[in-house]
Every structure is written in C-alpha cells, then in structure tokens.
C-alpha cells in the first residue's frame, strides 16, 4: 500500500502541558481541546489582542488544538506554536472520516507529486467542512479536497473479542462472507446499521457483527515521535504474543511521525510511515518508545551522554544515550533534564538537551522560578491554567503587564505573576573605570581621575550586588588588570580596544550594557557632568538604548551629586564606537575644578555617585519595559 497517509489525525491532541501542580512537565489528554485548521499564516500573540504582542507565528494549514476564547481571540497549541490566533483564523473540525471507494484524488495538487495525489479504500483523515459536493479534509500532512461521497464517518477504533469472526460484505449473513478476521485485530470503525457495524482494516473493508467489537473513541489519541534508542517493533496485538508486523525507526536527521489511538496495558495503537519507505504501518508498539511530538529533544553529546539517577553526577550513572537520539524531555531542576530513552528514565545536563520545539523571540531577560509556578494562558488567573514551572527552572521573560509577566521555560509558555520570575538575572552590567595602572589620568589638586573612579566604580558594584538580581563585571577591579596589559607599558589605544574585548567575550545577554567612569578636566573653570554615547550607525548599532542610557544616569548623576548639567552628548569614542552593546562614557565631575574637586575626593559625594549610576541602570531598564519596582534604594 503506498503513500495511504503521512500523518492520522486525531480530534484530540495531546497537551503539551500537565495541568496540575505537580513539578513535571509532562503531557496529558486535555478532553476540552479541539482540533482546528489554520486558515492563513497567522500571527501568535501572548495573550487576546495585538496589544500583547507576538509571540511566535502559526502556517497556514497547520493543525492545531485550541481551548478557550475570549472577545474573538482563541487558544491554540501546535507542535511549534502556542498562545491566542484571531478565531476566524482557525476552523473546527468535524471528526475523522474513512475513504469509502477504492481510491479518490485529492484536489487541489498544485506542487504535490504524483504519488501523494491520491488515497486508497479506509485512509483516515480529519474533516473540516463541506462546500458544492466537495469535503475539504487534512490528510498526507497536508489540506486537500475529496470528493464528498467517497467520506465515510468514523467513530473510533475497536478490538475483536472473539476467537474470531467472519466477514460479510454488507450489513447481515445473506449477503454473503468476505472471510475472517482473527481475535486482536484492530478495525477503524464506520456506521452501524441493524446490529452490524462497518469496518476497515489493513485494506480490507466488511461488516462485522457488532457485539463482537470492542470500541473506543478517538478522544484519546495524540500525535507522537518514536524515540526509541533505534527502532522499535510493531506488532499485531497489544503484547508480543500477536507476533511482530514490522517495525518504525527512530532518527533524529529524519523525525518520525505516528498518530496514537489507544493506549492499553501500556501499550500503544499507531500509525505512520516507515522511515525509508513510501508505505504505512499501523499497529501496537510498548507505550514508552512513543513520545508526544511536543516534548521531544535530541541529544547533543559527545561522548554519547551518561544518564544519572537523579539531576547531580554523585547519584550514579543509569545508563548511556547516544550523540543524536531523539529522547523525551520533561522536568527541568538545578541545570539538569530529566528525560526517557527507551525504557530508561534519569537526568542528563540541561546543556545536553537541544529543544526541538520553537520558542518566542526577543526575550527582554532571563530569570528563574522562585517557587512552583502556575501557568496561564492570560495575565489573570480566570484565564485557562496551562501547567506548572517547578521551583528553579530558568525562564525567559517576554513581555510585562500588570504584575504579570510572559514567559517560556522548557517546553511550557504564558502568563505567570512576576514575584515567582526574576527577569534581570542573567543580564550583565559591565563597569569599566577608565585609565589605570600607568595611565593616571587627568590629575587636579593632587587627585588622579584613575583612583577616583576605581572607588566610585567598586562602590557601585556593591549596590548591584547586593540590591539586585543584575550581573556586574569590571574591566578593572584595581589599579592593574588585563585591560591596562597588567601594568605592560602599553598605548592608550591598545587599552581602549582591551576593554570592548572584555565585553564582547564576556556578553551573555541581548540586554548587557556598558558604563565607562570617568573624570573630566579642561583648565580649572570648566565644571558639571556630561555623559556620552556614539550617535553614528557605522560602528555600535545600538544607538537609541545608549542615548536612553547615558540620559538616565546622567538625570540622576547632577541630582545625586548636586552638579551643573552639562547634558548627554554624541561623542566619537573607541569604548563607546566599538562595543557590541549599549553603552556609555559619564564624565562625573572636573576634577581641575575646586567645587567638583571636593566632592570628588569626599566619602559622601562619591558614594551618591555610585547611586546614581546604580539608579540610573535601573530607570534605563525601567524605560525598557523591565519591573525593577523591588530593586530600588
């Protein structure tokens, strides 16, 4: 039989989601979803509106299970998407369906080869309405058009009970046998009519006693990837006694696809394409090598990667899985991931696990969960629970509102309450504390700018860490280091390019920023503080967030430090002309000016100098959206 279908759908998909407090973030039937069809390339958004920004985007003709809706936005969940699609968008399913007829064209086949133009007598699919004759359906991983009376409703699954039983061509004995069909088979099931139920298998079409099926619904059922170590068998009945069928490969350069059905005595009901063939294989497989398509990961390891009992190296290995296999990915805890290869389940460092399923993009920061966190698909808490975020799992936070926050950790996505979410974390805030070593700087009334704003710059460091979740790094922490070649006689210039360096190597966030200290001097009349930034596009692009930057710590600088406001000013200067980052130079002050001078050299002023870099940090990420509310003075 050849290319019957490339994907059964079933009405229900499985959620990527638990939606309980337990700390696994496993899947489970979510019986309210419902299958729909993406009617155009549409835009995700985190929440019922544009106004809550995309998230991510969903294709047309992308299968989907959506839950709620609200003020005609609705929830959808697809194996690269979640989050709120304009209803109009989405189009509902009417059940799964049997072609009736030997075959049938599928319609239309623009760009579609030959061979996956047309399927054969019992090939399931999803339909998804009617118009002039024609059933527009989802089947072969694609929306097409059959011809409506070749459709046949299907209703379920079933198992024979009986040793065995015969099958007749229509709905009673006269009509004659057709043959047998032995106990355990699997039968997709039609209509009913007098006691007798109509039937397809491997095939083969018929009618069958009905009392002598065991039936269940496609509630159930769930698309999966085989994420066996290589194979895994396909046999006959639910146990190996029913003898092997065939086999479904697993391969991570080649996902392989199954529909699941029915789960019994652990295990599974599939069906799907044979990897390296142009045929389809239904039947039962141990539940374990099936994991939903959603929470699938591939091992990125070499050596291949030990797996631990628990997530530390000191609980012993369990076992071994190969560089590229596709596993299940749940739990996340401490860096760690907890995972399913086979039939072994342990933990493999989180850095070992690449997702397969997409995340939004432009995260405005990183944080961790400070407790078990509930999930929403709204930032209410009367918006659908979506799962959990067990205690320590590292998020990426993507938008505010409200004391809420979006966020997307491993393989869950939404609305959380902030407090449970740090978002600055991970973000660094390099302070670079100019001249040094032999480099004194300028010098006024026997004060060298060098040691003025090494003080200034430690200080600041102290308030950062211990009044927020922020990371500081120093190009100098005291009077030698390796921006100034640790005290290599070296030019001003190589000095300059040693501290973009440090940054560019030490960067691990879109959200770093760069602050270089300094002290001004002119010829003893001059007084006030001026902060720069690089205006032009030619070197450091990021041009408005450093112009944000230097205003905000300059506002607070003159306050602070009771100055005169020389203003923020575009200046062509090499740490600020090729940094990587937003950045910016704050001159505090003319040190050859004895009004600034005193305050310079003084305890006191120094210190509110160091709160106004610490605040004006803050009210730079304040303007871009961050909450810094619990990180204040």
């Known amino acids: 039989m ?10 229900f998909v499985l959620m990527i989601v638990v939606l309980t407090q337990a700390p696994d973030l496993q899947a489970s039937a979510a019986t309210e979803g419902k299958t ?26 992308q299968l989907v299970t959506f839950y709620e809706t609200k003020n005609g936005w609705t929830y959808v969940v697809s194996e690269t998407a979640q989050g709120w699609v304009w209803r109009d968008y989405v189009q509902s399913s009417q059940g799964v369906g049997l072609l009736n007829n030997s075959w049938a064209n599928l319609y239309p086949k623009v760009d579609v080869p030959a061979e996956d133009s047309k399927i054969t007598q019992g090939t399931p699919f999803i339909i ?3 118009k002039n004759g ?39 004995k006269a009509t004659g046998g057709k043959g047998t069909i032995q106990k355990g088979a699997t039968v997709k099931l039609a209509e009913s009519k007098n006691g007798w139920r109509h039937i397809y298998l491997d095939g083969q079409e018929g009618w069958v006693w009905d009392e002598f099926i065991s039936k269940a619904a496609y509630n159930n059922a769930y698309e999966g990837i085989i994420t066996a170590s290589d194979y895994a068998n396909v046999y006959n009945t639910n146990g190996k006694s029913g003898g092997i069928k065939g086999k479904v490969h697993s391969n991570s350069a080649q996902v392989i696809k199954v529909s699941v059905f029915q789960q019994k005595n652990g295990w599974s009901y599939m069906r799907g394409k044979q990897l390296g063939s142009n045929s389809y294989i239904e039947g039962w497989v141990w539940g374990t090598y099936i994991t939903p398509s959603h929470h699938t990961g591939v091992i990125r390891s070499n050596p291949d990667a030990a797996i631990y009992n628990e997530p530390n190296e000191s609980s012993g290995i369990k076992g071994k899985v190969k560089n590229g296999a596709l596993v299940a990915a749940y739990e996340s805890k401490n860096g760690w991931k907890k995972i399913k290869s086979g039939d072994t389940t342990g933990w493999v460092p989180d850095g070992k696990v690449e997702k397969k399923r997409s995340a939004p993009t432009n995260s405005i920061g990183v944080g961790a969960a400070s407790a078990n966190v509930n999930v929403y698909a709204g930032p209410a808490k009367s918006y659908s629970a979506m799962g959990t975020i067990p205690k320590g799992a590292a998020v990426s936070i993507y938008q505010f509102q409200n004391g809420w926050r979006y966020v997307h950790a491993g393989y869950i996505e939404g609305w959380v309450w902030g407090e449970y979410v740090d978002p600055l974390a991970g973000v660094t805030v390099f302070l670079d504390p100019g001249h040094g070593q ?31 979740p922020l990371n500081i790094m120093m190009t100098r922490s005291a009077d030698s280091s390796e921006v100034t070649a640790d005290g290599k006689d070296i030019t001003t210039a190589v000095s300059l390019k040693l501290r973009t360096d440090f940054a560019k190597k030490h960067q691990k966030s879109d959200n770093d920023i760069f602050i270089s200290l300094h002290a001004n001097a002119f010829n003893g009349s001059a007084e006030g503080g001026e902060s720069y930034y690089y205006a032009a596009r030619a070197g450091n692009p990021h041009t408005e967030e450093s112009k944000l930057l230097a205003a905000s710590i300059q506002e607070r600088l003159v306050e602070n430090m009771t100055l005169k406001d020389r203003g923020i000013k575009p200046g062509n200067l090499a740490v600020l002309r090729e940094n990587v980052m937003p950045a910016t130079l704050i001159e505090m002050g003319f040190i050859d000016n004895k009004n600034d001078n005193d305050k310079l050299k003084d305890e006191y002023w120094r210190d509110q100098a160091a709160k106004a870099i610490y605040q004006g940090t803050l009210d730079y990420y304040k303007e871009k959206g961050f909450n810094v509310d619990a990180y204040g003075l």
């Open 2 to 11: 050849k290319n019957i279908i490339k994907l059964l759908i079933a009405t």
């Open 36 to 61: 729909g069809l993406i009617t155009v390339n549409a835009n995700v958004y985190k929440g019922p509106g544009k106004s809550f920004g995309t998230a991510s985007k969903v294709g047309k003709e």
């Open 128 to 130: 998804f309405g009617e």
């Open 134 to 172: 024609w059933r527009n359906i989802y089947v072969n991983g694609r929306y097409a058009q059959v011809w409506g009376e070749f459709v046949t409703k299907s209703s379920g699954i079933g198992t024979i009970s009986p040793s065995y039983v015969n099958l007749y061509k229509g709905a009673g």
């Open 438 to 468: 032999n480099d004194p700087g300028a010098i006024g009334f026997g004060l060298k700018e060098k040691d003025v704003v090494l003080d200034i710059g430690l200080k600041a460091r102290a308030l950062f860490i211990s009044k927020s």
